[in-house]
């Protein structure tokens, strides 16, 4: 391939062209009507990105006939009403102490999950080396099983089975090693 059509953007197609110019003509005004249903800017660039993927995802629905822009604004309205909509049920569940009640949950959970975190951290280091490895990779480096399949030279459906067996055995261990904590309260 030549060196300057490397370069070169792809050809739009003539309804991505007829999309983009209808919508960047219209974008301001559409900005400014969302702009007018919600307090705050960065809200309001959200809402019109989203109204633009739904006018894209609609075009094929759209009459060239009839103006672009009052079509374009009852897409933004709904994707307003959306987020209004979410927004108002986070508040109330916040009004009605979601956010302290959660707090209060986390501070009593906390202990325990710091006690399991210490009887993991035990179990994962008496782990054999290539099972410690195997979990390491997918857990802690976010490795795809494909590639830790292809590094153990195993198959992908072997190697699910041995993280299962092996997360067994962690779960085992676990619940093992805070046996006697709870046995003793």
Known sequence: MPPESQNRPMDPNPAQE??????????????????ALVP???DADDIVQQTALALWEKFDDYDPT???????????????RQWIERRQRWRALLENGLAEELAERRAELQPGWETK??????????????????VEGYYFRRESVESLSRNSRKTVAATYKTLQRIRQNLHICIENSAAPEGAGS
């Open 66 to 80: 009839r103006p672009f822009t009052p079509w374009a604004c009852r897409f933004a309205l709904n994707k307003a």
């Open 117 to 134: 975190l210490r009887h993991l951290e035990r179990c994962l280091s008496v782990l054999p080396d290539q099972q410690r490895a195997l």
């Open 40 to 42: 705050n800017l960065a």
């Open 18 to 35: 007829q999309f983009l110019s209808l919508f960047l003509r219209s974008e301001r005004e559409i900005f400014r009507y969302v702009v």
